[in-house]
Nanobody, 128 residues
Framework: EQLVESGGGLVQPGKSLRLSCDTSGFSLQFKSVGWFRQVPGQEREAVSCLSDGDGGRLTEVHADSVEARFTISRDDTKKIVYLDMNVLSPADTAVYYC???????????????????WGRGTQVTVSS
């Protein structure tokens, strides 16, 4: 079983793209989900994550490089996690992976080592 990412592709600088992560293949209830990206030859880096917290509050964390441009959300009915990416630049070009955990990671949801369930990734290329 794996998470399934979709929505990647080629997009011009300044445009938007929505990535989806389908978690419906699992019967588990995921309390934390994250998006990560990786460029060949570089380490995988956190992009955005969302985690259940105390009292039903959600913790949302974004990397500085995507703050105010990217939004992470989830549809619990469809069991899909979205990453809405706006004002894309060539620096955003990477393979994007989603990850999920049954733990409430809170602020630690940006740490890739906290996840054992991953998707295969979807390529995002930003180029004119």
């Amino acid at each position: 079983e794996q998470l399934v990412e979709s929505g990647g592709g080629l997009v011009q600088p300044g445009k938007s793209l929505r990535l989806s992560c389908d978690t419906s293949g699992f019967s588990l209830q995921f309390k934390s989900v994250g998006w990560f990206r990786q460029v060949p030859g570089q380490e995988r880096e956190a992009v955005s994550c969302l985690s259940d917290g105390d009292g039903g509050r959600l913790t949302e964390v974004h990397a500085d490089s995507v703050e105010a441009r990217f939004t992470i959300s989830r549809d619990d009915t469809k069991k899909i996690v979205y990453l809405d990416m706006n004002v894309l630049s060539p620096a955003d070009t990477a393979v994007y992976y989603c990850a999920a955990s049954t733990d409430s990671l809170r602020g630690a949801c940006v740490r890739s080592a906290k996840y054992v369930i991953w998707g295969r990734g979807t390529q995002v290329t930003v180029s004119s």
